[in-house]
Protein backbone atom coordinates (compact mmCIF):
# COMPACT_ATOMS: atom_id res chain seq x y z
CA UNK A 1 0.00 0.00 0.00
CA UNK A 2 1.20 3.37 -0.68
CA UNK A 3 2.04 5.30 2.19
CA UNK A 4 4.62 8.05 1.18
CA UNK A 5 3.65 10.66 -0.94
CA UNK A 6 6.22 12.39 -3.43
CA UNK A 7 4.42 13.83 -6.36
CA UNK A 8 2.94 17.28 -4.96
CA UNK A 9 3.80 18.94 -7.93
CA UNK A 10 1.15 16.56 -10.00
CA UNK A 11 -1.08 17.44 -7.72
CA UNK A 12 -1.73 18.14 -3.64
CA UNK A 13 -3.95 16.30 -1.21
CA UNK A 14 -6.73 17.97 -0.61
CA UNK A 15 -6.34 19.86 2.64
CA UNK A 16 -8.67 19.21 5.10
CA UNK A 17 -10.21 22.68 5.69
CA UNK A 18 -11.02 22.67 1.85
CA UNK A 19 -12.65 19.35 1.92
CA UNK A 20 -14.84 20.83 4.99
CA UNK A 21 -15.83 23.90 3.08
CA UNK A 22 -16.97 22.06 0.07
CA UNK A 23 -19.18 19.74 2.00
CA UNK A 24 -20.59 22.29 3.37
CA UNK A 25 -21.37 24.34 0.27
CA UNK A 26 -23.35 21.10 -0.90
CA UNK A 27 -26.51 22.09 0.48
CA UNK A 28 -28.95 24.31 -1.09
CA UNK A 29 -29.66 24.76 -4.79
CA UNK A 30 -27.24 27.43 -6.25
CA UNK A 31 -26.32 28.89 -9.27
CA UNK A 32 -24.37 32.21 -8.99
CA UNK A 33 -26.17 34.18 -11.54
CA UNK A 34 -29.81 34.06 -10.16
CA UNK A 35 -31.50 36.79 -8.37
CA UNK A 36 -33.13 35.20 -5.54
CA UNK A 37 -31.34 34.41 -2.38
CA UNK A 38 -30.23 30.70 -3.05
CA UNK A 39 -28.32 32.78 -6.03
CA UNK A 40 -27.53 35.76 -4.46
CA UNK A 41 -26.00 33.36 -1.45
CA UNK A 42 -23.26 31.49 -4.03
CA UNK A 43 -22.88 35.04 -5.69
CA UNK A 44 -21.18 36.02 -2.23
CA UNK A 45 -19.20 32.52 -1.65
CA UNK A 46 -17.55 33.10 -5.49
CA UNK A 47 -16.76 36.71 -4.62
CA UNK A 48 -15.01 35.78 -1.14
CA UNK A 49 -12.98 32.90 -2.86
CA UNK A 50 -12.28 35.65 -5.34
CA UNK A 51 -10.98 37.79 -2.90
CA UNK A 52 -9.26 35.42 -1.11
CA UNK A 53 -6.88 34.25 -4.18
CA UNK A 54 -6.65 37.86 -5.14
CA UNK A 55 -5.03 38.37 -1.98
CA UNK A 56 -2.59 35.75 -2.53
CA UNK A 57 -1.44 36.80 -5.58
CA UNK A 58 -1.47 40.49 -4.99
CA UNK A 59 -3.91 41.09 -7.73
CA UNK A 60 -7.91 43.06 -7.33
CA UNK A 61 -10.18 40.22 -7.38
CA UNK A 62 -11.68 42.11 -10.46
CA UNK A 63 -8.79 41.25 -12.21
CA UNK A 64 -9.39 37.05 -10.90
CA UNK A 65 -11.25 34.85 -14.34
CA UNK A 66 -12.31 31.68 -12.61
CA UNK A 67 -11.43 28.80 -15.33
CA UNK A 68 -10.99 25.15 -15.54
CA UNK A 69 -7.52 25.03 -14.12
CA UNK A 70 -4.00 26.11 -15.22
CA UNK A 71 -4.38 24.63 -18.80
CA UNK A 72 -7.41 26.92 -19.47
CA UNK A 73 -5.91 29.98 -17.86
CA UNK A 74 -2.68 29.86 -20.27
CA UNK A 75 -4.55 28.88 -23.39
CA UNK A 76 -6.36 32.02 -22.92
CA UNK A 77 -3.83 34.22 -22.13
CA UNK A 78 -2.10 33.30 -25.32
CA UNK A 79 -5.00 34.09 -28.01
CA UNK A 80 -4.05 38.02 -26.63
CA UNK A 81 -2.89 39.54 -30.28
CA UNK A 82 0.66 39.74 -30.52
CA UNK A 83 2.58 41.02 -33.50
CA UNK A 84 4.92 37.55 -32.72
CA UNK A 85 5.64 35.20 -29.52
CA UNK A 86 8.40 33.54 -27.76
CA UNK A 87 7.97 31.49 -24.75
CA UNK A 88 10.77 29.28 -23.49
CA UNK A 89 11.74 25.81 -24.48
CA UNK A 90 10.62 24.60 -20.87
CA UNK A 91 7.49 25.38 -20.84
CA UNK A 92 4.37 23.27 -19.57
CA UNK A 93 2.57 21.68 -22.70
CA UNK A 94 -0.33 23.65 -21.88
CA UNK A 95 1.84 26.48 -22.99
CA UNK A 96 3.81 24.79 -25.53
CA UNK A 97 0.66 23.44 -27.36
CA UNK A 98 -1.33 26.63 -26.96
CA UNK A 99 1.53 28.19 -29.17
CA UNK A 100 3.05 25.56 -31.03
CA UNK A 101 4.56 28.24 -33.99
CA UNK A 102 5.75 30.74 -30.79
CA UNK A 103 9.55 30.96 -31.15
CA UNK A 104 11.37 29.07 -28.67
CA UNK A 105 14.16 31.04 -25.65
CA UNK A 106 17.05 28.54 -24.91
CA UNK A 107 17.98 28.18 -21.04
CA UNK A 108 21.10 27.75 -19.68
CA UNK A 109 22.41 24.33 -18.62
CA UNK A 110 20.95 24.89 -14.92
CA UNK A 111 17.61 25.61 -16.58
CA UNK A 112 17.38 29.64 -16.83
CA UNK A 113 15.86 31.47 -19.66
CA UNK A 114 18.63 33.50 -21.61
CA UNK A 115 18.13 36.84 -20.99
CA UNK A 116 20.72 37.79 -23.79
CA UNK A 117 18.18 35.87 -25.91
CA UNK A 118 14.95 37.32 -24.95
CA UNK A 119 16.58 40.84 -25.52
CA UNK A 120 17.88 40.20 -28.77
CA UNK A 121 14.55 38.31 -30.25
CA UNK A 122 12.14 41.58 -28.76
CA UNK A 123 15.06 43.92 -30.57
CA UNK A 124 14.12 42.45 -34.26
CA UNK A 125 10.15 41.87 -33.28
CA UNK A 126 8.13 45.39 -33.91
CA UNK A 127 6.41 46.25 -30.45
CA UNK A 128 3.72 44.02 -29.54
CA UNK A 129 5.02 40.98 -29.02
CA UNK A 130 3.66 38.34 -26.75
CA UNK A 131 6.27 36.10 -24.27
CA UNK A 132 4.91 33.19 -21.93
CA UNK A 133 7.37 31.97 -19.41
CA UNK A 134 6.50 30.45 -16.17
CA UNK A 135 7.45 31.07 -12.88
CA UNK A 136 8.50 27.51 -11.21
CA UNK A 137 9.15 24.53 -13.15
CA UNK A 138 7.21 21.61 -12.89
CA UNK A 139 10.14 19.72 -12.99
CA UNK A 140 13.32 20.85 -11.82
CA UNK A 141 11.61 23.85 -9.56
CA UNK A 142 13.82 25.91 -11.20
CA UNK A 143 12.49 29.88 -10.35
CA UNK A 144 12.95 32.01 -13.34
CA UNK A 145 14.33 35.66 -12.69
CA UNK A 146 11.19 37.13 -13.37
CA UNK A 147 11.58 40.81 -12.54
CA UNK A 148 14.00 41.19 -14.99
CA UNK A 149 12.47 39.32 -17.77
CA UNK A 150 9.68 41.96 -17.12
CA UNK A 151 12.63 44.61 -17.51
CA UNK A 152 12.86 43.59 -20.86
CA UNK A 153 9.65 43.18 -22.34
CA UNK A 154 8.72 46.16 -20.75
CA UNK A 155 11.63 48.45 -22.63
CA UNK A 156 10.21 46.48 -26.14
CA UNK A 157 6.93 47.10 -25.77
CA UNK A 158 6.02 43.49 -25.27
CA UNK A 159 3.22 41.71 -23.34
CA UNK A 160 4.35 38.74 -21.04
CA UNK A 161 2.13 36.26 -19.39
CA UNK A 162 3.20 33.95 -16.77
CA UNK A 163 2.14 30.31 -15.82
CA UNK A 164 2.46 30.18 -12.00
CA UNK A 165 0.87 26.80 -11.62
CA UNK A 166 3.59 25.60 -9.92
CA UNK A 167 4.90 29.07 -8.08
CA UNK A 168 1.47 29.60 -6.30
CA UNK A 169 2.02 28.83 -2.68
CA UNK A 170 5.48 27.90 -2.94
CA UNK A 171 7.12 30.92 -3.68
CA UNK A 172 5.84 34.96 -2.99
CA UNK A 173 3.90 35.81 -5.74
CA UNK A 174 2.47 39.89 -6.40
CA UNK A 175 0.79 40.78 -9.55
CA UNK A 176 0.76 44.18 -8.72
CA UNK A 177 4.44 44.30 -8.97
CA UNK A 178 5.34 41.94 -10.92
CA UNK A 179 5.14 43.21 -14.31
CA UNK A 180 3.21 40.46 -15.59
CA UNK A 181 0.16 40.86 -18.10
CA UNK A 182 -1.41 37.56 -17.20
CA UNK A 183 -0.97 34.31 -14.71
CA UNK A 184 -2.32 31.32 -14.71
CA UNK A 185 -3.14 29.23 -11.43
CA UNK A 186 -4.30 26.30 -10.66
CA UNK A 187 -6.88 25.07 -7.14
CA UNK A 188 -5.44 21.54 -6.84
CA UNK A 189 -1.68 22.07 -7.06
CA UNK A 190 -2.15 23.66 -3.34
CA UNK A 191 -4.77 21.40 -2.13
CA UNK A 192 -7.60 22.72 -3.46
CA UNK A 193 -10.33 20.29 -5.80
CA UNK A 194 -9.09 19.66 -9.34
CA UNK A 195 -11.05 21.36 -12.11
CA UNK A 196 -10.44 24.92 -11.19
CA UNK A 197 -7.87 27.58 -11.36
CA UNK A 198 -7.73 31.07 -12.36
CA UNK A 199 -6.57 33.99 -15.04
CA UNK A 200 -5.05 36.92 -13.37
CA UNK A 201 -5.24 39.42 -16.25
CA UNK A 202 -4.30 43.18 -15.87
CA UNK A 203 -7.01 45.66 -15.60
CA UNK A 204 -7.81 47.14 -18.99
CA UNK A 205 -6.43 43.97 -21.07
CA UNK A 206 -8.93 42.42 -23.21
CA UNK A 207 -10.34 38.43 -22.11
CA UNK A 208 -10.06 36.10 -24.73
CA UNK A 209 -12.59 32.93 -23.91
CA UNK A 210 -12.00 29.94 -25.38
CA UNK A 211 -15.81 29.27 -25.80
CA UNK A 212 -19.34 31.19 -26.24
CA UNK A 213 -22.90 31.03 -24.89
CA UNK A 214 -22.75 33.04 -21.55
CA UNK A 215 -22.32 36.33 -19.51
CA UNK A 216 -20.49 35.29 -16.62
CA UNK A 217 -17.71 36.66 -14.80
CA UNK A 218 -17.57 39.79 -16.38
CA UNK A 219 -18.57 38.47 -20.27
CA UNK A 220 -14.85 36.81 -19.83
CA UNK A 221 -15.94 33.12 -19.15
CA UNK A 222 -19.20 31.72 -19.95
CA UNK A 223 -20.49 28.49 -18.31
CA UNK A 224 -22.23 28.70 -14.81
CA UNK A 225 -19.46 29.13 -12.20
CA UNK A 226 -17.71 25.57 -10.57
CA UNK A 227 -19.43 26.90 -7.22
CA UNK A 228 -17.88 24.27 -4.94
CA UNK A 229 -14.92 24.07 -6.72
CA UNK A 230 -14.51 27.87 -6.44
CA UNK A 231 -15.18 27.66 -2.96
CA UNK A 232 -12.10 25.04 -2.36
CA UNK A 233 -10.18 27.26 -4.37
CA UNK A 234 -10.46 30.23 -2.56
CA UNK A 235 -9.70 28.46 1.23
CA UNK A 236 -6.86 26.73 -0.76
CA UNK A 237 -5.37 30.12 -1.50
CA UNK A 238 -6.30 30.92 2.15
CA UNK A 239 -3.87 28.32 3.48
CA UNK A 240 -1.27 27.91 0.76
CA UNK A 241 1.79 30.41 2.83
CA UNK A 242 4.63 30.37 0.99
CA UNK A 243 6.65 31.46 3.57
CA UNK A 244 5.29 28.46 5.77
CA UNK A 245 5.81 25.83 2.83
CA UNK A 246 9.32 27.11 2.65
CA UNK A 247 9.97 26.57 5.78
CA UNK A 248 8.76 23.28 6.01
CA UNK A 249 10.11 21.67 2.78
CA UNK A 250 13.34 23.42 2.73
CA UNK A 251 14.77 21.14 5.03
CA UNK A 252 13.79 18.16 3.73
CA UNK A 253 15.25 19.17 0.19
CA UNK A 254 18.50 19.60 2.23
CA UNK A 255 17.70 15.93 3.68
CA UNK A 256 17.39 14.35 0.79
CA UNK A 257 19.82 15.49 -1.66
CA UNK A 258 22.85 15.73 1.21
CA UNK A 259 21.80 11.59 2.19
CA UNK A 260 21.89 10.69 -2.15
CA UNK A 261 24.38 12.83 -3.18
CA UNK A 262 26.84 11.12 -0.37
CA UNK A 263 25.40 7.44 -1.22
CA UNK A 264 25.25 8.23 -5.47
CA UNK A 265 27.88 10.13 -6.02
CA UNK A 266 27.50 10.10 -9.95
CA UNK A 267 23.72 10.68 -9.89
CA UNK A 268 22.81 14.31 -11.04
CA UNK A 269 20.35 16.47 -9.43
CA UNK A 270 19.18 19.09 -11.83
CA UNK A 271 19.07 22.90 -11.34
CA UNK A 272 21.13 22.72 -8.09
CA UNK A 273 22.93 25.98 -9.64
CA UNK A 274 19.79 28.06 -9.44
CA UNK A 275 17.35 29.26 -7.43
CA UNK A 276 14.37 26.85 -6.92
CA UNK A 277 11.64 25.92 -5.00
CA UNK A 278 11.78 24.47 -1.48
CA UNK A 279 10.01 21.20 -2.36
CA UNK A 280 11.28 20.25 -6.07
CA UNK A 281 14.26 17.46 -6.64
CA UNK A 282 15.34 16.28 -10.23
CA UNK A 283 17.67 13.65 -10.19
CA UNK A 284 18.93 11.33 -12.73
CA UNK A 285 20.39 7.92 -11.71
CA UNK A 286 22.57 7.15 -14.49
CA UNK A 287 21.70 3.25 -16.26
CA UNK A 288 18.38 3.57 -15.11
CA UNK A 289 15.46 4.51 -16.99
CA UNK A 290 13.43 6.69 -14.64
CA UNK A 291 10.00 4.25 -15.47
CA UNK A 292 12.11 1.35 -13.38
CA UNK A 293 13.13 3.93 -10.84
CA UNK A 294 9.10 4.81 -10.57
CA UNK A 295 8.07 1.01 -10.61
CA UNK A 296 10.60 0.58 -8.00
CA UNK A 297 9.44 2.94 -5.68
CA UNK A 298 5.77 2.28 -6.32
CA UNK A 299 6.36 -1.14 -5.30
CA UNK A 300 8.34 0.42 -2.32
CA UNK A 301 5.26 1.94 -0.83
CA UNK A 302 6.74 5.86 -2.22
CA UNK A 303 4.59 8.05 -4.88
CA UNK A 304 6.99 10.31 -7.13
CA UNK A 305 6.67 10.81 -11.15
CA UNK A 306 9.38 10.82 -13.78
CA UNK A 307 9.80 13.96 -15.31
CA UNK A 308 6.11 15.55 -15.51
CA UNK A 309 3.24 13.46 -14.90
CA UNK A 310 0.39 14.72 -17.45
CA UNK A 311 -0.54 13.26 -20.75
CA UNK A 312 -1.26 9.73 -21.01
CA UNK A 313 0.67 8.14 -18.15
CA UNK A 314 3.14 7.28 -20.82
CA UNK A 315 6.61 7.57 -19.99
CA UNK A 316 9.49 9.71 -22.53
CA UNK A 317 12.47 11.80 -22.20
CA UNK A 318 11.81 15.35 -20.67
CA UNK A 319 11.46 17.95 -22.58
CA UNK A 320 12.94 20.19 -20.22
CA UNK A 321 16.10 18.14 -19.14
CA UNK A 322 16.81 17.86 -22.91
CA UNK A 323 16.34 21.75 -23.45
CA UNK A 324 19.03 22.23 -20.30
CA UNK A 325 21.28 20.02 -22.23
CA UNK A 326 21.02 16.68 -20.10
CA UNK A 327 20.94 14.38 -22.81
CA UNK A 328 20.96 10.80 -22.23
CA UNK A 329 20.01 11.55 -18.70
CA UNK A 330 16.95 13.15 -19.56
CA UNK A 331 15.56 9.90 -19.41
CA UNK A 332 17.09 8.88 -16.33
CA UNK A 333 15.40 11.27 -14.33
CA UNK A 334 12.80 11.33 -11.97
CA UNK A 335 11.40 14.41 -10.12
CA UNK A 336 10.57 14.40 -6.12
CA UNK A 337 8.13 16.76 -4.85
CA UNK A 338 7.45 17.38 -0.95
CA UNK A 339 4.08 19.38 0.17
CA UNK A 340 2.91 20.15 3.87
CA UNK A 341 2.34 16.48 5.19
CA UNK A 342 5.45 14.86 4.13
CA UNK A 343 7.74 14.23 7.08
CA UNK A 344 11.43 13.31 7.79
CA UNK A 345 10.67 9.46 7.62
CA UNK A 346 9.31 9.90 4.53
CA UNK A 347 12.33 11.10 3.12
CA UNK A 348 14.28 8.37 4.55
CA UNK A 349 11.82 5.90 3.24
CA UNK A 350 12.29 7.54 -0.15
CA UNK A 351 16.15 7.45 0.12
CA UNK A 352 16.86 3.91 1.55
CA UNK A 353 14.42 2.83 -1.74
CA UNK A 354 15.89 4.22 -4.13
CA UNK A 355 19.57 3.84 -2.87
CA UNK A 356 18.66 0.02 -2.68
CA UNK A 357 17.73 0.31 -6.27
CA UNK A 358 21.23 2.06 -7.09
CA UNK A 359 23.47 0.27 -5.27
CA UNK A 360 22.13 -2.83 -7.62
CA UNK A 361 24.76 -1.77 -9.73
CA UNK A 362 24.19 -0.89 -13.85
CA UNK A 363 22.86 -4.60 -14.91
CA UNK A 364 20.01 -4.47 -13.71
CA UNK A 365 18.03 -2.71 -16.84
CA UNK A 366 20.27 -1.18 -18.45
CA UNK A 367 19.71 1.86 -21.39
CA UNK A 368 20.18 0.51 -24.72
Same mark, same amino acid.
Not at 261 to 267: F, R, S, T, V, Y
Not at 349 to 355: D, G, I, N
Given at each position: MLDTYLDYNATAPLRDGVRRAMIDAMGPPANPSSVHGYGQRARLMVEDARASIARRVGSMPEEIIFTSGG???????????????? @?? %???? !? *?? =???????HHLPVDAAGVVDLTALDDWLGQQPRGAGVAIMAANNETGVIQPMAEIAGITARH?????????????????????MG???????????????????LVLKEGMPAHPLSRGGGQ????????????? @?? %???? !? *?? =??????FEAHCRPL???????????????V?????????????????PGRLAETQVMALDLAGVAISAGAACSSGKVRSSH??????????AASAIRISSGWDTTANDID???????RLYKQGSSFNPID
Open positions: TEANAMALRQPCSAMA @IS %GIEH !A *AV =LESAPSAGAWLHCDAVQGLGKMPLDFSTVSSLALSGHKIGGPTGVGAEKNRRPGTENLIG @II %GFGV !A *AM =LADPDVQQQLEHRLGAEAPDAIFGQAARRLANTTSIAMVLEAMGAGDLRLAEAWL
